[in-house]
């Protein structure tokens, strides 16, 4: 069943009115790959009533008052990405297509959603009941913040955008608690996963540098983002605070996500399609329509990735007997011809690894699980991946079971007893075709930066996947990710990765993405800042030319219909 996205469809429901409004930049697609859907749908488990307005025309009233005012509260997000980062590209050009968008034509997402939004509710709502911002877009600006669109530091957009409370991370469990605490009139300023405005600085929290002190002092900035990235940890993070004026915003520890919770969510019944009245074809449906999700997290803690500070640095895996129910129920699927076309994560492979320390108290502060080279205390074994693919493949009506999301295969090496295997399982039965490896730079000072590891783990895993390809009688290509103009990567940077892709590549990258210093990493610190996360000087390249001509490198012809000058040296 679709959630409401209709008065009618409400009514056919039986409802007056419902008791929670979530409001989205993307159109609405029923699956447990968007949050809108997953928020929605996991209230709905619970006993609430939950319409959806997707995409809202912000012109008027007659989309945002199309239920009235919900009986709890307003949920507002911008969708699944920034929304400036989904309406601009890196070099800042409008951008014309949108996967989220009935059609594909961009253009019904406004810049800084979550704000216009907000707006538009109040406008004919004043007083209305709390609403609370989620989605990447407010997770990753509940702090003062980074924004590229205006070279400045931002306060955190619940200041901005005059919403009452900010669902951070994966919101599930807080987004629950927080309905059931609105219900039952009981005060939910203590719900992990959220952030609020007070007038006080809560006993106990740890205060960081002020918004005005981040913004006027780099130092302060990078002090403050510090503290704020090494309390993202659910298991270790504490209650935080950051005066802004003379009011202070409050972030509460992280939401803790379990395994079951995970296995609940995803097993909710999604119909994986966009709603029948979006009016047009949404693409993002078809990518994810039958891709399921392993688990949540990354310890891979690349700096230019915002997971850590998302959905935490600790993975929480499903359970194989959830994941091999919600495999079950895809063959029952309208449309589903037996391939499941991903099984992952953020990463393919990390299914069921972690450490032992992580998940008691916390991941480690003063270093990192991957880099420079995988911790020794790291679980890395791929058998319970292994023995997941196998079992998902050999269910009845499952021809193909895919891994579509990046792999890792510095994972890979240090798994001594099944990396190989693993390998092995992808080259014969687990690629359809195209797979994803994102080595970002062959460049030991940008790679540095990025906190990823050299190119030996890679050189290795390419000649290994290649010979068990050849084994299985298969011609597979392998995409490669690269990224230009990283904190620290100048041109002679980008020569040295191209010169690399020559030598060892037998083909050319195709994807090659200029560095956007989105809100609320490292990398987006260290551009801002010019400084490395210890402190020392780090160049970065501001020039939208200069970028251009840096991704011109590994594909000249790409970077020019991008509008590339003539190359420079740096
Ligand atoms: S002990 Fe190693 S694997 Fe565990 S959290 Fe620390 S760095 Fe990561």
Redesign the pocket.
């Known amino acids: 069943m679709f959630l409401p996205i209709t008065e009618k469809e409400m009514r056919s429901l039986g409802w007056e009115r419902p008791d929670v409004i979530l409001v989205s930049g993307d159109a609405y697609i029923d699956s447990p790959f968007s949050g809108t859907a997953v928020i929605g749908k996991y209230l709905m488990s619970k006993g609430f009533k939950v319409a959806v307005i997707p995409q809202p025309e912000t012109g008027g009233g007659k989309d945002i008052c199309r239920f009235g005012e919900p009986a709890l509260f307003w949920g507002v997000s911008a969708g699944c990405v920034d929304s400036l980062v989904a309406n601009y590209t890196a070099s800042g050009k409008p951008r014309r297509s949108c996967d989220f968008t009935p059609g594909g034509v961009n253009g019904r997402r406004p810049d800084r959603a979550s704000i216009v939004y907000t707006g538009l509710i109040r406008r004919f709502y004043k007083n209305t009941v709390p609403i609370v911002l989620g989605g990447i877009e407010a997770s990753l600006r509940r702090i003062a913040h980074y924004d590229f669109k205006t070279d400045k530091i931002r306060r955190s957009l619940l200041f901005d955008a005059k919403a009452d409370i900010i669902s951070y991370g994966m919101g599930e469990a807080s987004v629950l608690e927080l309905a059931r605490a609105l219900k039952e009139g009981r005060d939910w300023r203590d719900i992990r996963g959220i952030c609020f405005v007070s007038g006080r600085k809560p006993d106990g929290a740890v205060e960081l540098p002020s918004y005005e002190e981040a913004a006027a002092d780099k130092a302060a900035f990078a002090r403050m983002f510090k503290i704020f990235y090494d309390n993202s940890d659910p298991v270790s993070g504490v209650r935080l605070a950051q005066k802004t004026g003379d009011r202070y915003l409050v972030q509460n520890e992280p939401p803790l996500i379990t395994e079951k919770l995970l296995d609940e969510i995803n097993e909710l019944d999604y119909e994986r399609e966009a709603h029948p009245l979006s009016g047009g074809e949404v693409r993002a449906a078809e990518t994810v329509r039958f891709s399921m999700a392993s688990h949540r997290g990354c310890?891979g803690s690349c700096s230019f990735c915002a997971i850590t500070v998302h959905q935490g640095?600790?993975v929480v895996s499903r359970s194989e007997a959830s994941l091999l129910r919600e495999a079950a129920a895809l063959t029952g699927k309208k449309n589903f011809r037996g391939i499941i076309t991903d099984v992952g994560g953020p990463t393919a492979n990390m299914y069921k690894m972690?450490?032992?320390?992580?998940s008691k108290y916390?991941?480690?502060r003063h270093?990192?699980?991957?880099y420079p080279k995988?911790?020794?205390?790291?679980n890395v074994s791929h058998e319970p991946l292994i023995r997941l693919l196998e079992k998902i493949s050999s269910l009845k009506g499952v021809r193909k079971v895919f891994a579509a999301s990046g792999v890792r295969p510095d994972i890979a090496a240090a798994d001594a007893e099944h990396g190989g295997a693993y390998i092995e399982a992808l080259a014969r039965r687990h690629v359809s075709g195209q797979l994803k490896l994102a080595p970002e730079s062959a460049d030991k000072r940008t790679l540095a930066q990025m906190k990823k590891p050299g190119t030996e783990s890679f050189k290795d895993f390419i000649r290994v996947y290649g010979e068990a390809s050849r084994r299985a009688g298969k011609n597979q290509f392998i995409t490669c990710y690269f990224m230009a103009a990283h904190p620290g990567c100048g041109m002679a940077g980008m020569e040295r990765t191209r010169d690399f892709v020559k030598k060892y590549l037998s083909f050319s990258p195709e994807q090659v993405q200029i560095f956007t210093p989105t809100p609320s990493t490292w990398s987006s610190c260290v551009y801002y800042t010019g400084f490395g996360e210890d402190g020392e000087p780090v160049f970065s390249v501001k020039d939208t030319a200069e970028k251009i001509r840096q991704k011109a490198v590994l594909i000249p012809e790409k970077a020019k219909a991008g509008g590339a000058g003539r190359g420079r040296r740096k």
């Open positions: 310890f640095r600790a972690g450490c032992e320390k992580m916390g991941a480690c270093k990192r699980c991957l995988p911790c020794p205390s790291l």
